[in-house]
C-alpha cells in the first residue's frame, strides 16, 4: 500500500532521538507468527528505536504455534495464536499475563478496541482477557470469481447453500475448500443451522456427507485465493483478510476498484477470529516483549502495519484513519472504502468464533476430511 510518504515523514521525525536508543547491546526478541503477517518496516523503525534485533519464525497453523510452545525447543518471547488457542494455551498452563500496566497505549476509554472485535471478546473463556493483546481480527467469506455468470447472483440469494450444494450454483462452477478439518466441519455446520463449535457422532456423519456432496475440486490454504484472483477456481472459504490481501495487491497494480474480477461475500452467518499477542511462560525477554505489543498499540503504527495487512486493526482509532481519509490519494480512498464495506464497524456482531476442542474430536475431524478427499 501507498504509505510511503506516512512513513517516511515518521521516520524523519522520530530518527534523531532513535539513534541514541539504538547504542549498546542488541537483545533479540523471538517471535512466532503467522506469514505475510506483520509490515517489516513498522519492526525495523522498532528495532532502530530500542536497539534490538527481532527474529520472525512463521507457523501456519495454531496446533502448529501450540506444538510449537509446548515443545519448549524454542524459549519465543511473543506468539500470536487465534483466539480458542490462546484460550487452550492459558488453560494448559503456558502463558503468563499481560503485564497491562506496561503498556503505555492501551487505554479501553482513549483507545478502544472496535465494536465488532469486542464481540469476539465477549464470547471467549472467562479469564482469558489476562493473557493476550488483540493484533489483527475478521471474518470469513465466500471468496468467488466475478466472471462466471450467475455466481454472484447465486450467492446473495442462496449463500450457504450455493456453496454447499451444486444445484444451488452455476454449472461447472470450481470450488475450493480451506484445508483446515476445524474450518470444514464448522461451516457444515452453519449451513444446516447448527453450533459450529457442538461435536457429536451425528454431527459428524452429517458434515462427511455434505463436503462430500459438495464436490470440491481442490482443498488448500493460502492457494485458494491466488486461484481465485488468477481465473483457476471459482469459489472458495477464505479469511477476508486473504481476499483484501490479494484484493490490494491488484488495486496496487493500477486496476481500478470496480475493475477487479474477484470479490468476496459475507454469509449472514459465518466464522470469525481474532489473532493476538501472548507471551509465553518461559519467555526470556518479558519487558522487551511488552514493549514490542505496545508499540503496535500505537495508532499510528497499527496504520502502517494494517497498510500491508488485509485483516481488520482491532483499534477503532486506527480505523477512523483509514477510513476518514479525504485526500486525493486513489489508494487510500480505496483502502478506506475497502474497509468499510467489509469491516463495516457496527455493534451487530454475527460472527462465530472457534472453539477449543478436545484433540480427540480434532482427530475425528482429520479423519473425516481425509475420508472426503479420499472417497472413502
Known amino acids: 500500500m501507498k504509505t510511503h510518504k506516512r512513513l517516511l515523514l515518521l521516520l524523519i521525525v522520530i530518527a534523531l532521538p532513535f539513534v541514541l536508543a539504538s547504542c549498546g547491546q542488541k537483545n533479540k526478541l523471538l517471535i512466532l507468527n503467522w506469514g505475510e503477517y506483520i509490515n517489516e518496516d513498522v519492526v525495523a523503525l522498532f528495532e532502530e528505536y530500542y536497539g534490538v534485533e527481532v527474529s520472525i519464525s512463521i507457523a501456519d497453523s495454531n496446533e502448529l504455534f501450540y506444538s510449537k510452545l509446548k515443545s519448549g525447543t524454542t524459549a519465543y518471547d511473543l506468539i500470536l495464536p487465534s483466539d480458542y488457542m490462546i484460550e487452550k494455551m492459558m488453560v494448559k498452563g503456558l502463558l503468563q499475563e499481560i503485564d497491562f500496566d506496561k503498556l503505555e497505549n492501551y487505554n479501553p476509554v482513549t483507545n478502544p478496541y472496535l465494536q465488532g472485535l469486542q464481540g469476539i471478546q465477549a464470547t471467549m473463556l472467562a479469564g482469558t482477557e489476562k493473557y493476550y493483546v488483540p493484533y489483527f481480527w475478521g471474518t470469513f467469506g465466500l471468496m468467488y470469481n466475478k466472471l462466471v455468470p450467475g455466481l454472484e447472483q447465486a450467492l446473495e440469494t442462496y449463500q450457504w447453500q450455493a456453496y454447499f450444494d451444486p444445484a444451488y450454483r452455476p454449472a461447472n462452477t470450481r470450488t475450493g475448500m480451506y484445508d483446515t478439518a476445524q474450518f470444514a466441519y464448522a ?5 444446516h443451522g447448527k453450533n459450529p463449535n457442538e461435536f457429536s457422532e ?11 456432496n459438495a464436490k470440491f475440486v481442490t482443498w488448500a490454504d493460502d492457494q485458494l485465493k491466488k486461484s481465485i484472483a488468477a481465473n483457476n477456481l471459482d469459489l472458495a472459504f477464505v479469511w477476508t483478510g486473504d481476499f483484501l490481501d490479494v484484493f490490494y495487491t491488484s488495486l496496487s497494480e493500477g486496476i481500478a476498484y470496480d475493475d477487479v474480477t474477484y470479490n468476496i461475500f459475507i454469509p449472514d452467518t459465518t466464522l470469525a477470529f481474532m489473532d493476538a499477542f501472548v507471551i509465553p511462560k518461559n519467555a526470556r525477554h518479558v519487558d522487551l516483549a511488552h514493549k514490542f505489543i505496545d508499540w503496535f498499540l500505537d495508532p499510528e503504527m497499527a496504520y502502517l502495519n494494517a497498510s500491508e495487512i488485509g485483516y481488520a486493526t482491532p483499534l477503532q482509532n486506527t480505523y477512523d484513519m483509514i477510513v ?18 467489509y469491516y463495516e464497524d457496527t455493534p451487530d456482531f454475527r460472527g462465530i468464533p472457534l472453539a477449543n476442542l478436545d484433540q480427540a474430536i480434532i482427530s475425528k475431524l482429520n479423519l473425516m476430511v ?3 478427499k479420499t472417497g472413502s
Open 370 to 372: 481425509n475420508n472426503v
Open 187 to 191: 461451516t457444515a455446520m452453519i449451513y
Open 202 to 212: 451425528e454431527n459428524l456423519a452429517l458434515a462427511q456427507q455434505t463436503l462430500s
Open 324 to 341: 476518514g481519509y479525504t485526500g486525493d490519494d486513489q489508494w487510500e480512498k480505496d483502502w478506506a472504502r475497502a474497509y468499510m464495506e
